[in-house]
């Protein structure tokens, strides 16, 4: 059974610029979360998706966003980016939404550096 | 708002010791979520568990062993027999409604 993907690995990028990520969750799995970390801030929960709909959102600006799509893959969206937002983005992906979860399981992560 | 204390920057010990990570909270929420990570060298994180609050109930899952106490909002890990593959950095989360908090992480080594 193929684990959770996060294309792409490694992304660089410069200010102003926007970055578009993708994640594939296990399959089956219909809820994926997104993870930033950085050795400053360390780590920080962006969004939970489950069925295509944002069901949590972290406390980040309106410059990050995401979806997620009808087979589940998700992709989160940076606009104008800036030096801050240089971090590992981790995707995770479960069966269900927090409450009924098990256990959820998490891509290699895609690492963001902003010049 | 949320908090979630690892007091522990950084703890080594020798291979086949039992460690305890520690973990306290702080949430007014009467419905939250618990949770224990490990981030080995490789940098991907890893599940370990997910408490919910009406769940007093200790686990273990081999060597691993936690202790919830909402009476100290604390949710401590235990290592018993330590491994060097135990080695990682470990951080423990709180969940509720639309807030996810994770602690800074405690850093273990586990020497041969």
């Known amino acids: 059974k193929a684990g959770v993907t996060q294309t792409p690995r490694y992304l660089i990028k410069t200010r102003g610029q926007q970055v578009t990520l993708s994640c594939s969750p296990i399959?089956?799995?219909?809820?994926v979360s997104w993870y930033q970390q950085t050795p400053g801030q360390g780590l920080q929960f962006l969004f939970e998706y489950f069925s295509e709909t944002q069901r949590n959102k972290g406390n980040f600006p309106g410059r990050f966003s995401g979806r997620q799509f009808s087979n589940s893959r998700s992709e989160m969206n940076v606009s104008t980016l800036e030096l801050g937002d240089s971090a590992l983005y981790l995707c995770?992906?479960?069966?269900?939404?927090?409450?009924?979860?098990?256990?959820?399981?998490f891509g290699p992560g895609t690492r963001l550096t902003v010049l | 708002a949320q908090k979630v204390t690892q007091a522990q920057t950084e703890i080594s010990v020798v291979e086949k010791e039992d460690v305890t990570l520690d973990c306290v909270y702080e949430?007014?929420?009467?419905?939250?979520?618990l949770f224990w990570y490990k981030q080995p060298p490789s940098g991907e994180l890893v599940f370990l568990i997910r408490?919910?609050?009406?769940?007093?109930q200790n686990e273990i899952s081999g060597r691993y062993s936690w202790n919830f106490q909402k009476s100290t909002s604390s949710f401590n890990f235990t290592i018993t027999a330590s491994q060097v593959v135990d080695s990682a950095v470990y951080f423990c989360a709180l969940r509720s409604d639309n807030d996810m908090r994770f602690g800074a992480g405690t850093r273990l080594t586990v020497k041969p």
């Open positions: 995770a992906s479960s069966l269900d939404v927090v409450a009924a979860f098990n256990e959820q399981f």
């Open positions: 949430t007014r929420d009467t419905t939250y979520y």
């Open positions: 399959s089956g799995h219909r809820s």
């Open positions: 408490r919910n609050s009406f769940d007093e």
